[in-house]
């Protein structure tokens, strides 16, 4: 086995729960009967606030820790996955860090791709951590049941999710729910103030900006290894849910699940998204069977409504130069935005503290709940979930794409009918893509492929 791979076992470690806590510190009719929209008017300090956690992987459990980390008067009330496993490891490490506040009945652990719509039922919060693919149709559900949500991003990986995600956050919007995204660099005091700083002014005009994820390889789950640990063979579609992470209806490609965190400073500098984007991309390194679809590097210029522009650059290959991080050059100095600094003009470093951020995410939401504050971020997660898309278009195509002709792409990645059947019939379900003979995935070829 390769240091590349992580064991096929998909339970969550102690390592992962905690190093994501410590790195920073029935039916329709049955359900639209349900009490909705608690707390959507502030909540008194001693009112529970009820919380359901959907994907209860690593930064599920994660945020579910945070979450139970905000007060004394919070409890996690109901869970979903679709794995016994995950749902088994992460409760039992939940139960250990907040005994009397992980009040999961039985009757309260759903299984299953309909399991999202009884554990929303049953909270005023829903935590959302699946793979991203499935976002949109469980934001839309938990706004339609009326509650609060904590989602991650990204919040969609398709034009189809984009827009329901958009739809979803008006109406939760318009019902007073508060929706926060994992987004959170946006409650990172370094980042808000350097931001702060350049919005007023600090830099001059922001001509253009890099941004960049450079990294080696995440985790992979080899066919293999899992159908052993499993003792059996693994349908096509069992077998992309265990390694979600190298398939586009499920992760949206790197350039989302991963970059999209830099993309979303540079749109938070610009106040906006961009309106075109062009880049290359391709898989040179990270090839076999076991990686799917998705390729190992994107370059994308994306270009913004006043002509400025953002050099992005994603990668996952091993031994070449890495870096993450975010920088603005405007016409008075130049900002490494993830350093807090700024050269030129007005040099200047940040001094201040701060927060581990993931858990700052959770003490603002809940804080916004309890008091009633305007508290919605579901619109510039969705737009910053789109530009990562919108970069994918542009390197899988080879093509410029801009956002409004994105926008006419009405490709739904997700497969049909996935939460309206049965687990047993759901795993015969074909995914859109499947091996070819020789085990290898098609991957888009620029100037062949159409934007996807
Ligand atoms: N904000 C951050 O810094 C950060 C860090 C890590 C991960 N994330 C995001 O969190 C999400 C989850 O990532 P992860 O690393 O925890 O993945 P993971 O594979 O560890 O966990 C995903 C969980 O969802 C479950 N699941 C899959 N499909 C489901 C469905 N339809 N219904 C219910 N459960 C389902 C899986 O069984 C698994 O338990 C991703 O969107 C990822 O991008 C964000």
């Keep these: 086995m390769s240091n590349l791979i992580v064991p096929a076992s998909a339970s969550v470690t102690r390592r992962s729960f905690l190093s994501t806590s410590s790195k920073i510190a029935g039916t329709a009719a049955a359900l639209s009967t349900l009490p909705v929209e608690r707390f959507v008017h502030g909540a008194s300090p001693g009112d529970t606030i009820k919380v359901a956690l959907i994907g209860m992987g690593g930064r599920g459990s994660g945020a579910a820790n945070q979450a139970l980390s905000t007060g004394e008067s919070v409890k996690l009330v109901a869970v979903a996955d679709v794995h016994k496993d995950r749902m088994d490891g992460s409760l039992a490490q939940l139960a250990k860090a907040h005994k009397d506040k992980v009040a999961v009945k039985d009757e309260n652990k759903f299984m299953g791709f309909d399991a999202y719509k009884k554990a929303i039922a049953q909270a005023d919060l829903v935590i959302l951590a699946t793979p991203p693919g499935f976002r949109p149709m469980q934001f839309e559900e938990a706004v339609r049941q009326g509650k609060h949500v904590f989602m991650e991003k990204p919040v969609c990986v398709d034009v189809a999710g984009y827009k329901k995600v958009i739809a979803a956050a008006a109406e939760a919007k318009k019902k007073n729910l508060k929706v926060g995204v994992g987004l959170q660099r946006h409650h990172q005091a370094g980042y808000i ?8 002014g600090q830099l001059g005009d922001i001509q253009a900006m890099r941004a960049y ?4 390889t995440p985790w992979v789950k080899p066919r293999a290894d899992l159908e052993k640990t499993y003792g059996r063979k693994l349908t096509e579609l069992e077998y992309q849910m265990r390694n979600w992470y190298y398939f586009v ?4 490609d790197h350039i989302c699940e991963q970059h999209i965190h830099n993309l979303d400073v540079i749109n938070w500098v610009k106040k906006g998204h961009p309106v075109k984007a062009r880049g290359n991309g391709g898989c040179e390194t990270r090839k076999g069977k076991d990686y799917g679809e998705i390729f190992d590097h994107h370059v994308v210029e994306f270009e913004y409504e006043d002509g400025s522009v953002c050099f992005s650059q994603c990668r996952h290959q091993l031994g070449c130069w890495n870096d993450v991080s975010e920088h603005a050059i405007g016409t008075k100095g130049v900002a490494n935005l993830g350093r807090y600094t700024f050269t030129g ?8 503290g701060g927060k581990d951020p993931y858990q700052q995410e959770h003490d603002d939401l809940f804080d916004a709940i309890r008091n009633d504050k305007p508290y919605n971020e579901a619109e510039y997660g969705a737009n910053s979930s789109m530009t990562s898309v919108l970069g994918r278009m542009a390197t899988y195509s080879g093509k410029e794409i801009t956002w409004e002709d994105a926008m ?5 990645t997700m497969v049909k009918g996935i939460d309206q059947v049965s687990w047993e019939e759901a795993i015969k379900l074909a995914p859109p893509s499947s ?3 020789d085990g290898m995935y098609q991957l888009p070829i620029p100037g062949k492929t159409r934007f996807i």
Excluded: F, V
């Design 193 to 200: 103030e350097t931001i702060k700083r350049i919005h007023d």
């Design 213 to 216: 994820w450079n990294g080696n």
């Design 249 to 252: 209806w499920l992760c949206g």
């Design 345 to 352: 003009e007005n040099k200047w470093r940040y001094q201040g």
């Design 408 to 412: 006419k792409s009405n490709l739904d």
């Design 435 to 437: 091996p070819g003979e």
